[in-house]
């Protein structure tokens, strides 16, 4: 059982440049989360999803863009990187809504914008 | 809202016991803990939920008080293998619960 899968592991960006990371899950679960983590900060909420087709910001969404087509997926865009947005993201899925359920979390991808 | 842990940091040698608390400004309807070691992804401790008795894992456990809208953690006999970071993760009342709001977090460090 792979659980939560996100890629890439690292990436280093330019200022300005755009990305996509990944996250797929194979447990079937409708919640989906970002998060980003900042040291010593904890974890912020970029932005979720309910279920296919529906998604909502988080705590700090600026800079980001998310779509849900299928239940499996749930990619994160980065556009127009910037140097705040040098962090660890993690990708994680619940069976039922966050507050209720354990929340299985990615490995996360180290981002680094130069 | 962010959740307040505390302590920020804790040392202890093996075999001793800590106690990790989190609190909120608003009412609560669950508290989820995690651990996450260096470079890793956080992993599911435990989950309290309102109305929900204490609960156990091994030689950690959690306890809810949901007036004070706080929760602590119990780390018995400690060992090794749980240092980490610490996460506390709070719900809102389960209607509009879809996500958690983390804690800074706190670092627990068990040497031999």
């Known amino acids: 059982n792979a659980g939560v899968t996100q890629t890439p592991k690292f990436r280093i960006l330019k200022i300005g440049q755009s990305m996509t990371l990944q996250c797929a899950q194979d447990?079937?679960?409708?919640?989906m989360y970002w998060y980003r983590q900042d040291p010593g900060m904890g974890l912020k909420l970029i932005y979720y999803?309910?279920?296919?087709?529906?998604?909502d910001k988080g705590e700090v969404p600026n800079g980001y863009n998310v779509s849900r087509s299928t239940t499996e997926d749930f990619p994160l865009r980065l556009e127009l990187a910037a140097p705040s947005q040098t962090s660890v993201y993690f990708c994680?899925?619940?069976?039922?809504?966050?507050?209720?359920?354990?929340?299985?979390f990615g490995q996360g991808t180290r981002l680094t914008v130069v | 809202q962010q959740p307040v842990q505390s302590p920020q940091a804790v040392i202890l040698r093996e075999g001793e016991d800590a106690v990790i608390n989190c609190s909120s400004s608003?009412?609560?309807?669950?508290v989820h803990w995690y651990r996450q070691k260096h470079g890793e992804a956080p992993v599911f401790l435990m989950i309290?939920?309102?109305?929900?008795e204490q609960k156990g894992h091994e030689k950690i456990s959690a306890s809810f008080n949901e007036k004070k809208q706080q929760s602590s953690l119990y780390l018995t006999a400690s060992q090794l293998s749980y240092s980490g970071t610490y996460f506390c993760?709070?719900?809102?009342?389960?209607?509009?619960?879809?996500?958690?709001?983390f804690g800074k977090g706190t670092s627990l460090l068990v040497t031999p």
């Open positions: 994680a899925s619940s069976y039922a809504r966050g507050a209720n359920t354990e929340a299985f």
């Open positions: 447990m079937n679960h409708n919640y």
């Open positions: 999803s309910v279920g296919a087709g529906i998604t």
């Open positions: 608003k009412a609560l309807y669950s």
């Open positions: 309290l939920l309102k109305g929900g």
């Open positions: 993760g709070t719900g809102a009342n389960s209607n509009s619960g879809y996500a958690l709001n």
